[in-house]
């Protein structure tokens, strides 16, 4: 049972895309408007499947994310809240 939002990222730094996994909150410091680095963010764990989602490797979460971006079926964009 996962207790602790996890987020999925993508980040884009010198034109390379990237994924990354975020427990809890998204570094405050991606949430900025200025920054353009985070490209997608989503929470697995509120997705249908998240626990088992939460326990498959980046390179699997990254291919799916490709996957649904060039199928145009991308959960929606959720960055969390921001912590003051």
């Known amino acids: 049972m996962i207790t602790e939002p996890v ?3 993508v ?3 010198n ?3 990237s994924p990354q996994l975020f427990f809890d909150i998204v570094p405050p410091v991606l949430l900025k408007k200025e ?4 490209v997608y963010c989503t929470r697995l764990d509120t997705l249908p499947g998240g626990s ?3 326990t498959e490797p980046l390179s699997v979460l990254f291919q799916m ?5 060039k199928a145009g079926k991308l959960p929606p964009d959720q960055r969390g809240a921001k912590r003051t």
């Open 11 to 13: 980040i884009r730094r």
């Open 7 to 9: 987020y999925f990222a």
């Open 65 to 69: 994310y490709h996957a649904m971006l």
């Open 15 to 17: 034109g390379q895309e």
């Open 35 to 38: 920054n353009r680095e985070l």
């Open 52 to 54: 088992h989602l939460v």
